[in-house]
């Protein structure tokens, strides 16, 4: 492994081959990226994490109150 970087908002690692050719790949694609700790305590039981279900609640709250006032 030569480095990490990140170009276009994605870590990538960079790397020489076995012909010494410079590679790249996305960091998730390698153990080298850190787990989600999101993802490790749910265990794989919820999509959605507290703070986007949140979002939603307050984009239906303002989807219902459109609506409401359009009457």
């Given amino acids: ?3 990490y970087r990140k170009s276009w908002g994605r870590q ?3 790397f020489h081959d076995d012909d010494g ?4 790949i996305p960091l998730a694609w390698t153990d080298a990226d850190q787990a989600d700790p999101f993802l ?5 039981r919820s999509v959605f994490r507290v703070v986007e279900l949140l ?3 307050e984009l239906i709250d ?3 109150h459109a609506d409401a006032n359009e009457c």
């Fill in 62 to 64: 303002l989807a219902t």
């Fill in 21 to 24: 050719r410079t590679g790249a």
């Fill in 12 to 14: 990538f690692i960079d």
């Fill in 55 to 57: 979002r939603l609640v």
């Fill in 1 to 3: 492994m030569l480095s």
């Fill in 40 to 44: 490790t305590m749910s265990q794989g």
